[in-house]
């Protein structure tokens, strides 16, 4: 069982139109994060979520993303207007209170055409 | 700048071999180090190494830290196809626990 959920595994969007990715962690947890990976490139860090608020971001994650925890379960990323760029796999990961470790889901496949 | 550089870059051996891939790094506010093995998707996790000297093991597969010298490395021991995978070596900062992926090495287990 995955630690985290993470839907769709597929999106294919037009440039331009907003999209909404999902992440569910299976147990509650306070540290929460958005990396990404373009096709052949290095995992890169986008956002960390402490305690229902953006603790750090990089400077990738400018104005068009933004996360939310809009029912204390549910972990969403929005793109407001997707760029050819934008495609990459994204990845919801959670961390271990206990030991730290990072867990990382099965990832959102973005495609912009 | 934090920098990470892991080698080789890509490695191909047979079956019942032993290697080594190793991650060197400069990171702000070092905290720990995590190594995850990424074959079609997500990187699973492997290992988080906090401490210098320290082994950890799993299995055939083995880590370790040097703080000093600012390197680990992971080593597969009597390799296994299901061993071929990208591995990522992640030092993480301090702080809000930030991670810096290095580019992978690509490992490629022959029969």
């Known amino acids: 069982e995955p630690e985290v959920t993470q839907t769709p595994s597929h999106q294919v969007t037009q440039m331009g139109q907003e999209v909404i990715l999902r992440c569910v962690p299976i147990s509650n947890h306070l540290y929460f994060y958005w990396y990404r990976q373009i096709l052949g490139q290095k995992v890169e860090f986008l956002v960390s979520f402490y305690n229902n608020e953006i603790s750090e971001k990089s400077e990738i994650f400018d104005d068009q993303f933004s996360v939310e925890r809009p029912d204390g379960s549910n972990f969403t990323l929005k793109i407001r207007s997707t760029k050819l760029e934008d495609s990459a796999m994204y990845f919801c990961?959670?961390?271990?209170?206990?030991?730290?470790?990072?867990?990382f889901g099965e990832g959102s496949r973005l495609t912009v055409l | 700048e934090d920098k990470v550089v892991q080698s080789p870059l890509s490695l191909v051996v047979h079956e019942g071999d032993t290697v080594t891939l190793n991650c060197s790094y400069e990171?702000?506010?070092?905290?720990?180090l995590l190594w995850y093995k990424q074959e079609k998707k997500a990187p699973t996790f492997l290992f988080m190494l906090t401490s210098s000297g320290i082994e950890k093991k799993s299995g055939r597969l083995s880590s370790i830290l040097d703080k000093k010298e600012l390197f680990s490395i992971l080593n597969i021991t009597a390799t296994q196809t299901g061993d071929s995978a990208v591995y990522l070596c992640a030092p993480q900062r301090g702080g809000y626990n930030k991670l810096i992926f290095g580019a992978g090495t690509r490992l490629a287990v022959h029969p």
């Open positions: 990961a959670r961390e271990s209170v206990n030991t730290g470790e990072l867990f």
């Open positions: 990171v702000t506010n070092f905290r720990s």
